[in-house]
């Protein structure tokens, strides 16, 4: 390891592309650039380009290709989940259940329903961050039409139930949504061991490229269309499209598909070392999240006394790259929503650090970070006036 290499441990917010990926997307940006709606040679082959992505992606969860629709990202198919299924079923009812640790994509979605009139039960979760698959069956009313829950929190790293509440959603009759832009690409989902009737998710956290997601629909499923206009994605999301990103997508898929598990086996002792060294390290810590029932690469903590945006500048300055618990949130008020579910107070909060590690990380870059931070920490501490006595040093 050089001394000036950065140190990326921000993979729960952004992936590099993988070079393979890249090479898959780079004929169609610019050798074989013609519509993959346009009869000829060339647009046959962008044709092709977009089936192949579309079964590879359907491969990596389970899913037959037809079920497969390409968005613009995570965010779009969530959105798409909660208004498309909110509009096409209004006619039984008009109430929504999701939880309380939703990313925002689904929960500012909800609210929005929430001003236009739908009764929306936004569940609690445990000091884990884990749902209650009995909460879900007590919520259930005759006029549920949706339940969205997301599969792992991109904070605190904790993997819901979904296969528990799925069995109950489908007793119910109800349609099951789940926000899985932290775990398609990182554990396994397969939509029918979850009974999963749709699923949102995005290339860039998968070492594909940004700007390219997919909502995966069980077939039969009734959705209002994204859009209306050409014939593009069954005529539900139609637009040219995305030709390169979606050879992208795929070939990350597959990637992960051949890869996954070893990337498993190798990120879940990085992140329990990262833990462990952390944790005996720095006195005054809150651990975020489950501890077994976690991402592999996620951790979490709040680290009392500090701030976390100070220590996460320290980091990059040292040449770590972090987070705080989302990146999302940064640059707005308040403290994470996220965070105060699980019961941390807003001055525990305001000291997350959240390290999500990825293919190119490796021990070392672990054991240089379990060396800088408790200097870091310090530091702070030391400045800090809340800081009790005996953590002066
Ligand atoms: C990243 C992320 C999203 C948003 O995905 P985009 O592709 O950036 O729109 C949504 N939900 C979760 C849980 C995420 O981690």
């Known amino acids: 390891m050089s001394k000036d290499e950065i140190i990326y441990m921000d993979h729960a917010a952004a992936t590099p592309l993988h070079p393979e990926v890249k090479e898959a997307m780079e004929p169609y940006l610019d050798v074989k650039f013609a ?28 899913a037959r290709p037809e079920e497969v629709y390409f968005t613009s990202g995570g965010t779009e198919s969530a959105n798409w989940a909660v208004f498309g299924i909110a509009r096409a079923h209004e006619s039984k009812g008009r109430h929504i259940i999701t939880s309380s640790i939703e990313h925002h994509a689904v929960l500012m979605a909800c609210r929005r329903l929430q001003e236009l ?26 006029d549920t039409v949706l339940v969205s829950i ?27 949504h789940s926000d899985a832009a932290q775990t398609v690409g990182a554990i396994d989902v397969d939509v029918d061991a979850l009974n999963l009737d749709l699923v949102s998710f995005t290339a860039h956290k998968m070492y594909g490229p940004k700007g390219i997601g997919a909502l995966y629909m069980r077939r039969g499923t009734r959705i209002e269309p994204m859009f209306y206009g050409g014939a593009q994605e069954s005529e539900r999301r139609p637009g040219t499209e995305n030709v390169p990103c979606i050879a992208g997508f795929g070939r990350a898929a597959e990637l ?42 996620n951790m979490s903590i709040c680290i009392r006394y500090v701030e976390g945006e100070s220590v ?46 990825g293919r190119c990380n490796e021990p070392e870059h672990v054991e240089r970070v379990i060396e800088l931070l408790p200097a870091i920490v310090q530091k702070f501490r030391n400045m800090s006036p809340i800081t009790p006595e005996h953590l002066i040093r």
């Open 35 to 62: 519509s993959a709606m346009s009869l000829s040679g060339m647009g046959q082959e962008a044709k092709y380009a977009v089936a192949t992505g579309r079964q590879r992606v359907a491969d990596l969860i389970g």
């Open 117 to 142: 009139g739908w009764d929306v039960t936004e569940l609690p979760v445990d000091g884990d961050g884990i749902v209650d698959p009995d909460d879900v069956r007590k919520a259930l009313r005759a």
């Open 150 to 176: 997301m599969h792992a929190n991109n904070e605190i790293g904790t993997v819901e139930p979904l296969s528990e509440i799925g069995k109950i959603t489908r007793e119910a009759d109800v349609l099951f």
């Open 256 to 297: 992960t598909k051949e890869r996954g598990a070893d990337r498993i086996a190798k990120l879940t002792p990085m992140r329990d070392r990262l833990f462990d060294g952390i944790l005996d390290a720095i006195p005054e810590l809150v651990v975020n999240g489950h501890r077994e029932r976690r991402l592999p690469n």
């Open 312 to 357: 996460l500048l320290a980091l990059d300055l040292a040449g770590v790259v972090g987070s705080t618990a989302s990146a999302c949130v940064s640059g707005t008020a308040g403290p994470s929503h996220v965070l105060m579910a699980v019961g941390r107070s807003m001055s525990d909060a305001n000291g997350s650090l959240r390290l999500s590690l």
